[in-house]
């Protein structure tokens, strides 16, 4: 494992230069593998120890990186020692990389990369990862795919190193919305249709309202007062409401399972209707609550207090916003799940809504709200159907599946499957998941649907090519536990190159568990399988010496589980057939 090189290098680092090992921990990172001849497996930047106020600074990097070179002596574990400019390379014993990468397989497989002394510098705990968040009585529109995909991945990640996870799906389930929806659907609403596609029906309601709405005065004011009878609690309101969140939530439930998406808990705005009373009392006990000359209420946000930052809390009429909440939400969040982080997965346009919301629980004294982050993403461009109309999310997942079942049905490779539909569907759906974590999750993309499904770019297809090959290769010849084998027989330049980036695997989670970005595990998923293709056809299993056979089998089944439990993390459920 890498974090045992990692340890015993920091070990004498720490020998030398009189400080606790875990300060070198963090400061030796793997060598990227390259085309050239590599020989280093990690590598000590002098100037990052002097920037850590690790190693006091004369200045010069180049010669207190060759002072400390001199120092430093080969051992059982490492064989060579060198500089570059400004670092210090480390190369470990061959034998013992193989030893220690591989060792017996199916032993750690789920666990490989996991117990890294990096993840001890990341602070652990319980974290709340609010995504997806659909508004209710609408079906999926295609951009909630990137909230529900980067949440599930956060959770997956989070949870993968050690965190207490609660996924939550806080449904837009409250406000003016339902008030436009509930009139409109006592004027042109039906029981028949609702019942025979109700998201479609609900939305097709929802459109020629708000159509309506704009030059119908009478019919916004129907809309305030369905949605003040809601605020109130009346009775026949209520049970239309009600009606339309358990429709909404259990057709959302259909594709949720689909995508490989669980939750914990299905929250709302609604949950916490009664609870923003409660804020705007205390905002106003706290000094904290002015009125508007308009008569909305508001929190004064500006360092100054001259009101040139503020955050609307009530409208006018005394109605809540989302807001108000929002803020309710994660203040009863934080009294009954005590989480130490909580993170919010929307899409970019509502930052200004969550610097407001943190800034607005700090001013009440709630210090945790500096441990609660958003993460804001772009927007998807030119994601369009065949037919080019709008795009629902399950339209998106139907044409992805059937376009990549029309590939492996072309496909010279494509193995015999019990159920191919759900393998093209599971394929496609990786196909999707790697398209969008590639660039920065901020950044806006433009959707490709043949680039995305290409079997030989770098691409979710391929990640599952890789894996299903893997697979095949596993299950016709063994898994390379059978015989013990001489590890001298796994020294080619392929075997140590696949090693070398295995070595990697910690450092990317523990980066992405930083920074909350997939793109660098997608990236060394992709790397790894570029890898693996160059050794399958390098080093062959089938008609070698039995010893190498077992030993090269030890490799690929040992990659295999880091591929599987990569995509695992990405939210990608991998197939084994394809």
Same mark, same amino acid.
């Given at each position: ?230 605020? =109130? ?22 594709? &949720? ?5 669980? &939750? ?72 009954? &799940?005590?989480? =130490? ?13 969550? %610097? ?44 992805? @599946? ?62 599952? &090519? ?37 070595? %990697? ?14 793109? %660098? ?15 399958? @056809? ?19 089944? @040992? ?20």
């Amino acid at each position: 494992m890498a974090c045992f090189f990692r340890r015993h290098i920091a070990s004498k680092l720490s020998q030398i230069l009189q400080q606790p090992e875990d300060v070198f921990i963090s400061a030796l990172s793997a060598v990227p593998v390259s085309n050239k001849q590599q020989t280093a497996d990690f590598r000590l930047s002098i100037g990052t120890l002097f920037k850590d106020g690790i190693v006091p600074s004369n200045g010069d990097v180049q010669s207190q990186a060759e002072a400390l070179l001199n120092e430093l002596k080969q051992d059982r574990v490492v064989e060579e020692v060198s500089t570059g400019r400004g670092v210090i390379n480390f190369r470990v014993h061959r034998k013992l990389l193989v030893q220690k990468m591989l060792g017996p397989c199916g032993k750690d497989d789920d666990t490989f990369g996991l117990n890294s002394e990096l993840f001890n510098r990341l602070e652990k705990g319980r974290t709340l990862v609010e995504f997806g968040s659909p508004n209710i009585a609408k079906r999926f529109h295609a951009g909630h795919l990137r909230s529900t995909i980067i949440g599930n991945f956060i959770a997956n990640l989070k949870q993968s190193i050690g965190n207490d996870v609660i996924r939550v799906n806080y449904l837009g389930d409250w406000g003016m919305q339902f008030g436009m929806l509930g009139a409109g659907f006592d004027r042109y609403g039906s029981q028949e249709k609702l019942e025979e596609n109700p998201l479609q029906h609900m939305f097709d309601v929802y459109v020629q309202v708000n159509r309506e709405a704009e030059m119908n005065e009478d019919l916004r004011h129907a809309a305030r007062d369905f949605f003040r009878r809601l605020e =109130h609690h009346e009775g026949k309101a209520m049970a239309l409401w009600q009606h339309f969140r358990e429709i909404s939530v259990k057709e959302y439930q259909q594709v &949720y399972n689909r995508l490989g998406v669980h &939750y914990d808990i299905y929250s709302g705005e609604s949950f916490h209707r009664v609870q923003t009373q409660e804020v705007v009392q205390e905002l106003q006990h706290l000094g904290l609550l002015k009125i508007t000359e308009k008569g909305t209420a508001v929190v004064d946000l500006s360092p100054s207090g001259d009101m040139s930052s503020y955050s609307t809390v009530l409208r006018s009429d005394g109605t809540s916003l989302y807001i108000t909440r929002d803020i309710a939400a994660a203040m009863d969040r934080k009294e009954k &799940y005590t989480f =130490h982080e909580m993170i919010y997965v929307t899409d970019k346009s509502q930052e200004n809504h969550f %610097h407001q919301l943190f800034q607005v629980l700090l001013a009440m004294g709630h210090s945790w709200a500096q441990r609660c982050r958003h993460v804001p993403f772009g927007l998807v461009q030119g994601m369009k159907t065949r037919h080019g109309e709008v795009i629902f999310l399950e339209d998106v997942l139907d044409e992805a @599946r059937a376009r990549m079942l029309h590939n492996m049905s072309l496909s010279k490779t494509t193995k015999e499957m019990d159920n191919p539909e759900d393998t093209a569907d599971k394929v496609a759906i990786s196909a999707l998941i790697v398209q969008d974590f590639k660039g920065p999750l901020e950044a806006d993309y433009r959707f490709d649907w043949d680039r995305m499904l290409q079997a030989k770019g770098d691409t979710g297809v391929r990640l599952q &090519y890789t894996h299903a090959r893997l697979c095949s290769l596993v299950h016709l010849q063994g898994n390379g536990q059978e015989l013990e084998f001489d590890h001298s027989v796994l020294v080619e330049p392929r075997t140590i190159s696949i090693l070398q980036h295995l070595l %990697h695997y910690d450092e990317v989670l523990y980066r992405s568990a930083q920074d909350l970005q997939p793109k %660098h595990l997608v990236n060394f998923l992709i790397k790894l399988c570029h890898l693996v293709a160059s050794a399958l @056809r390098d080093l062959p299993v089938k008609g070698s010496p039995p010893n190498v056979a077992q030993a090269r089998l030890q490799l690929f089944s @040992r990659t295999c589980s880091v591929l599987a439990n990569g995509m695992r993390i990405l939210g990608i459920t991998p197939v084994d057939k394809m």
